[in-house]
Nanobody, 117 residues
Framework: QVQLVESGGGLVQAGGSLRLSCAAS????????MGWFRRAPGKQREFVAR???????SYADSVKGRFTISRDIAKNTVSLQMDSLKPEKTAVYYC???????????WGQGTQVTVSS
């Protein structure tokens, strides 16, 4: 059974930092693109960051320079370091694994990040 389990969310003051982690299990994720998405209250889920199996990264414009995605292929984990957080970044953050061979997506259950002003 494929599972993506996020951790590390919580409450932080504006300007603070949080580190999210995602542990993937149930299959080999070494060739997947791993990423993070978020859903703010009343909004649709949106892309935050992704990292390929070769380590190439891409970010949403709104987080460039403040968020850093990384992965440990051997451990099947992906992390998101979030610095200089702003209240508008309050959202549920979701871990994602994309399988390009069949265009399938796997999702975690989400972790709440709340940034207070």
């Amino acid at each position: 059974q494929v599972q993506l389990v996020e951790s590390g969310g919580g409450l932080v003051q504006a300007g603070g930092s949080l580190r999210l982690s995602c542990a993937a299990s149930g299959r080999d994720f070494s060739n997947n693109v791993m990423g993070w998405f978020r859903r703010a209250p009343g909004k649709q889920r949106e892309f935050v960051a992704r990292i390929t199996s070769r380590g190439s990264t891409s970010y949403a414009d709104s987080v460039k320079g403040r968020f850093t995605i990384s992965r440990d292929i051997a451990k099947n984990t992906v992390s998101l370091q979030m610095d200089s957080l702003k209240p508008e970044k309050t959202a549920v953050y979701y871990c994602n694994a994309y399988e390009p061979s069949d265009d399938s997506n796997y999702w975690g259950q989400g972790t709440q990040v709340t940034v207070s002003s």
